[in-house]
């Protein structure tokens, strides 16, 4: 019963002489063009689209988290912050502190040179920790009001690009189902290999250590090192329910060609 259902009918006129004379009548009426002209227009409206959505979602959030910064920054190195010099973090503490060393070191080696005996480094020191600590503390309130207002536009520029993430979505799927099957299971095996593979686990590190300093969290060492052994098996598990659910579906032979340059 099902055998049959999978087969077409057969008409009483061949498909075969049907869209040949279908294809016939739209060169005879010059729509052939047209229908060309229109697939030109919406590969164009999609292309721009697309990278009106990316630089909206990524260029501009970066550059205006560049200016508010700065400005912040100005404003706040103008004020006076030196009774709230002791609100630092371990991260803060350790690099006023090696900074001061080596500003001391300098000076000691300095003086060394100079066959000065005068080694008296108290006021040098302690006006540069009250700059540092000034510094860190303008640093902090910037990069914290920086922040919250980026995510505030982020989420904003997200809900009003809707539609273009539509268009981006249909345009990454149409990039990646024009590519062959090889190439697609090349793309599949490099992306995997720098994301959840052996050598992975440095560059988690290091994201997660630039992030959380950008967002100005002071996380344990131990606490980020958990985060990365989970996180990459995580990610693994929905890359592979990904190529169960979707892909194995649009293209089962580059699934099949995966796998085997997978063994």
């Known amino acids: 019963m099902n055998s049959k259902k999978s087969f077409e009918k057969l008409g009483f006129i061949p498909r075969s002489i049907y869209r040949t004379t279908l294809r016939f009548f739209q060169q005879l009426l010059n729509s052939s063009n047209l229908i060309l002209l229109e697939e030109f227009r919406f590969s164009r409206y999609q292309t721009i689209a697309s990278i009106k959505c990316v630089v909206n979602l990524i260029i501009f959030p970066y550059v205006l988290y560049l200016i508010l910064y700065f400005l912040f920054l100005l404003f706040f190195?103008?004020?006076?912050?030196?009774?709230?010099?002791?609100?630092?973090?371990?991260?803060?503490?350790?690099?006023?502190?090696?900074?001061?060393?080596?500003?001391?070191?300098?000076?000691?080696?300095?003086?060394?040179?100079?066959?000065?005996?005068?080694?008296?480094?108290?006021?040098?020191?302690?006006?540069?920790?009250?700059?540092?600590?000034?510094?860190?503390?303008?640093?902090?309130?910037?990069?914290?009001?920086?922040?919250?207002?980026?995510?505030?536009?982020?989420?904003?520029?997200?809900?009003?690009?809707?539609?273009?993430?539509?268009?981006l979505k249909s345009f990454c799927l149409e990039f990646f189902s024009n590519l062959s099957d090889p190439k697609k299971a090349f793309l599949l095996i490099l992306s995997t290999d720098l994301l959840v593979g052996f050598h992975s686990s440095q560059v988690w590190k290091l994201g997660f250590e630039t992030f959380f300093h950008f967002v100005n969290i002071n996380l344990n060492q131990d606490l980020i090192l958990l985060i990365i052994s989970f996180f990459p098996v995580f990610l693994d598990t929905i890359f592979k329910y990904w190529i169960f659910r979707f892909l194995n579906k649009i293209s089962p032979s580059t699934v099949a060609i995966y796998h085997n340059m997978i063994e």
């Not at 991260?91 to 003086?111: E, M, P, S, T, V």
């Not at 982020?154 to 273009?164: A, D, K």
């Open 77 to 167: 190195s103008q004020m006076d912050w030196s009774e709230q010099s002791h609100q630092l973090n371990t991260n803060q503490k350790q690099h006023n502190y090696r900074k001061i060393q080596n500003q001391k070191d300098q000076k000691l080696f300095d003086l060394f040179i100079l066959n000065s005996p005068d080694l008296n480094l108290d006021p040098f020191l302690y006006k540069k920790i009250i700059q540092t600590n000034q510094k860190q503390i303008h640093i902090k309130i910037s990069q914290v009001i920086t922040n919250f207002c980026i995510v505030l536009i982020f989420c904003y520029l997200v809900i009003r690009s809707s539609p273009q993430l539509i268009i």
